[in-house]
Each structure stands twice: as structure tokens, then as C-alpha cells.
């Protein structure tokens, strides 16, 4: 009986993940190219796909050509920021983005990610409080930030908390008897 490797589990999951949330932003994209070239059947498929992630409030979505777009600008940045820490990952599989001074270093770090995460909703608390008058564009640029600590926050906890996990088991199977004598040299 040959066993599973769960790394295949992992891309599976990363490919459905990112098919799911490319379908919704080139879903919203698609609306209004289908209505502005005559389509509205199809047009308003795409608006009902939609539907099912966002409000859709025509004032609050980003405008082609007097059709808006099929998800909000908040939602459009969340998903936006979310395809941005995925491709990071992608990226960060190869080592490229581990140089201490390299700006992508601070993706290393949880803080960033609550920080993150916190812009958007004290965006939100100030707008819906009526204390700042939010644009398309704040709510497009807290939404990337929101979807980047979102989905990058987590990522990097699990994987952490994955490694420590591998270390210990395999101390205690014996295979890394010098774990602490390596960990010490490290620092």
C-alpha cells in the first residue's frame, strides 16, 4: 500500500483555491465587457454568478463605460489581494523572498498580516460611521490589504505550526537526535 504524500494535497488544494477566486474576478470583469458588446443575457449571468460574494451597490463598484462591474471595489480588492499573496507563495516556494532586507521579508512576519487586516476594518468603522467619506479607491486599496492578511496571515501560522509539528516527530522518531545542537549553531 503506497502512502499519499500530503504536499499533492496542498496543490491540489492551492489549484482549486485559486481557480475558485480567479472565476469571481474575471466573472466580475466579464459583466460589463458582455453588456457593453450587446450580450445581456450573458451580462446578467455574470451578474447572478456574482452575486452570490458581493452587494453589488452600482455607486460602490468601479464603472466600464457606464456598466459597473460585477463585484464591489471593496470585494475586487479582496480578491485582488488574495491572488497577490497567492502568487507570492508561489514565488516564496522557491526561496526568492527570504533575504533579510528584501522588502517581502516583512511577509514573514504575523504582524504584518493583523496589521493588514486591521486597515480595512478601521476603514470600514470610520466610512460606516460617516467620520471619512470612502472612495472607490480606498475601498479597492483596504480590500488588497485585507486580502493579503486574510488568506497570508493564516498561510504563514499554518505552515509554522506545520514545520514545528515535522521537527518534533522526527525527533521522536530519531531521525534528528541534533535538532537543538543545530538550532543553537543558528543563532
Given at each position: 500500500?503506497q502512502r499519499t504524500k500530503p504536499a ?180
Open positions: 500500500m499533492f494535497f496542498v496543490f491540489i488544494y492551492d489549484l482549486v483555491f485559486t481557480i475558485f477566486v480567479a472565476f469571481f474576478l474575471f466573472t466580475a470583469g466579464l459583466a460589463p465587457m458582455f453588456k457593453i458588446l450587446g450580450f445581456t443575457a450573458q451580462g446578467e449571468i455574470c451578474y447572478n454568478i456574482t452575486a452570490f460574494i458581493c452587494h453589488q451597490i452600482p455607486e460602490r463598484c468601479f464603472q466600464l463605460l457606464d456598466f459597473h462591474f460585477g463585484i464591489c471595489s471593496r470585494c475586487t480588492g479582496i480578491y485582488l489581494g488574495i491572488m497577490l499573496i497567492r502568487m507570492y507563495y508561489q514565488i516564496d516556494r522557491q526561496g526568492f523572498c527570504r533575504f533579510r532586507y528584501s522588502f517581502f521579508y516583512l511577509f514573514t512576519k504575523p504582524f504584518i498580516y493583523i496589521l493588514l487586516i486591521s486597515l480595512m476594518i478601521v476603514e470600514w468603522q470610520l466610512s460606516h460611521d460617516g467620520i471619512i467619506q470612502g472612495s472607490l479607491w480606498t475601498r479597492f486599496f483596504s480590500g488588497v490589504a485585507f486580502g493579503i492578511g486574510w488568506l497570508g496571515g493564516p498561510h504563514l501560522l499554518i505552515c509554522r505550526a506545520m514545520r514545528r509539528f515535522a521537527e518534533k516527530l522526527l525527533v521522536q522518531r530519531g531521525v534528528l537526535r541534533n535538532l537543538r545542537i543545530l538550532k543553537s549553531k543558528d543563532k
